[in-house]
């Protein structure tokens, strides 16, 4: 017989011996090593798990237009490339308008997004009903639904007149008998439109002003005042209240309004055209409890069919990457030169850290907690087995055993107990840590094959260590002393 098998029956006659205590140190280890196993995996997951539960609160990376350049779908396209695929959850892009209801003479705000991408982007958002699918279809807020009256299925029509006053040199267009056309924002945000034309000296002639979506029987009547609108006739542009003009009163705001179309006013043939307008049918009522509420929602499309313009105003990106994953791909996008401003959603990245961190801290100090409960559990074990061994071990000395064959005995039954326990521990910890991900994250752990190695070689490295100090006292025995009785 080889002296490897011969330690190999000395090792497991011994434990088998002695069951009782055995089998409570295999299950110590085990325990420990099932409860190590199954917090590593899941530290190793939360990042995973965490980040996805975090993609429900919105976006954590936007793209915004450079300095004086616009963000186009194309542009978009090309700053999502630095983005890996497979992090990239969705990317919303957003446009906002005002859009006028004219038969309630009431305008409000509409963002043009792709649905498709909003799902995945703002899983937060509850609708009641369904997103629009097919073009001429809208998502209306909750705030704006009860104040129009809208449900699902009602029809809603909404039309968009551009503004001019935007324009770099309305003056250019102030010439001897032109015909202007101009716009501007009065009372709650509602426009108020002119037509003017020029004498031969350049002066106002005839002014028409439609304010009919400004406040019934106060703004409204800007348009409607003979004398209001009389005080323009014969003057210069520009012209300002104040300077021979004097606000309608009760109505200052639409009189303000006034003056700013007709100093934004451009003649006919270049103004922007009438204004545009749909019909849609609502087929969704969202609610946030946030300001998403007093929106309608369109299709990219329908807003550019009706506004004609095809730039966007932000893009909201959700992907599942740390902070500091998110950092370097905002980098990236700045190296590429393209005129996009990307930012961090501080109050979600913040936040995810934070709280990853804490998880993490907190795994970390149960692990060591376990551990030394194990070794301390292990080695008490131990020690009684070395008591029971006491005679035994005496005789061992007495016979000429040396201290390393009995420190290689008492090291090789530790380390065989941690092999086993950790072997099984780390099949406990797997079934552990997928009860604990689905029961608090709802979702499946994935497996983490190169944990079970290690938690093997980490059980047989704590049991020999649990072993130290019974070695010690194993190696302390005095044969004489123990021959006699003592």
Do not use: H
């Not at 935007?166 to 009065?186: H, P, Q």
């Not at 639409?254 to 003649?267: C, E, H, K, P």
């Not at 990853?356 to 020690?383: A, N």
């Not at 000395?397 to 090291?411: H, N, V």
């Amino acid at each position: 017989m080889t002296k490897r098998k011969m330690f190999l029956r000395m090792v497991t006659a011994s434990l088998l011996r002695r069951r009782s205590r055995m089998l409570i140190a295999l299950l110590s280890i085990g325990v420990g090593a099932a409860i190590l196993s199954g917090l590593v995996t899941i530290c190793y997951d939360v990042p995973r798990q965490m980040g996805a539960q975090f993609r429900s609160y919105g976006a954590n990376l936007i793209f915004l237009p450079g300095e004086e350049a616009s963000l186009t779908q194309d542009v978009l396209s090309q700053a999502l490339e630095k983005i890996p695929a497979d992090e990239l959850v969705g990317a919303s892009p957003y446009r906002y308008v005002r859009l006028d209801m004219t038969s309630r003479q009431q305008s409000f705000t509409t963002a043009g997004t792709d649905f498709s991408q909003v799902v995945k982007t703002s899983p937060y958002f509850s609708v009641e009903g369904e997103y629009p699918s097919d073009t001429r279809q809208i998502l209306v807020g909750k705030e704006i639904a009860e104040t129009i009256g809208a449900k699902i299925g009602s029809n809603v029509t909404l039309s968009f007149k551009p503004s001019v006053t935007e324009n770099a040199d309305a003056s250019a267009d102030w010439v001897a008998g032109a015909k202007l056309s101009g716009s501007a924002v009065g009372f709650n945000e509602a426009p108020v439109t002119v037509e003017a034309e020029l004498d031969e000296e350049g002066k106002i002639a005839s002014l028409e002003i439609d304010a009919s979506s400004q406040t019934p029987e106060i703004g409204a009547r800007v348009g409607e005042d003979k004398d209001f609108i009389g005080q323009f006739i014969g003057k210069e542009l520009p012209v300002s209240l104040g300077d021979g003009i004097d606000a309608l009163s009760g109505a200052t705001i639409s009189s303000q309004a006034v003056t700013d179309a007709l100093n934004n006013a451009v003649s006919t043939e270049k103004a922007s055209p009438a204004a545009a307008e749909e019909n849609y049918t609502v087929t969704g009522i969202l609610e946030t409890g946030g300001e998403e509420e007093s929106y309608i929602y369109m299709s990219l499309e329908d807003l550019e069919k009706l506004t004609g313009d095809e730039t966007l105003d932000v893009a909201e990106l959700s992907v599942a990457a740390p902070a500091d994953t998110l950092e370097k791909y905002v980098d990236a996008v700045k190296e590429t030169g393209l005129p996009v401003n990307a930012r961090l959603v501080k109050r979600v990245t913040r936040s995810e850290a934070s709280v990853l961190g804490k998880l993490q801290s907190l795994v970390f100090l149960v692990t060591v907690v376990v551990l030394l409960l194990t070794m301390i559990c292990v080695s008490t074990t131990m020690m009684a087995v070395v008591s029971e061994r006491r005679r035994e071990i005496g005789l061992r000395k007495a016979l000429g055993a040396s201290d390393g064959s009995i420190r290689k005995e008492f090291l090789g039954e530790g380390i065989f107990l941690g092999g086993l326990g950790g072997l099984i521990g780390a099949a406990l910890g797997f079934v552990f840590a997928q009860v604990v991900s689905i029961n608090v994250f709802g979702s499946s752990i994935t497996f983490w094959p190169a944990l079970l190695p290690a938690t093997v070689v980490l059980s047989m490295a704590v049991a020999a260590v649990s072993c130290m100090m019974p070695i010690k006292k194993a190696l302390g025995i005095d044969p004489a002393i123990v021959l006699k009785g003592e």
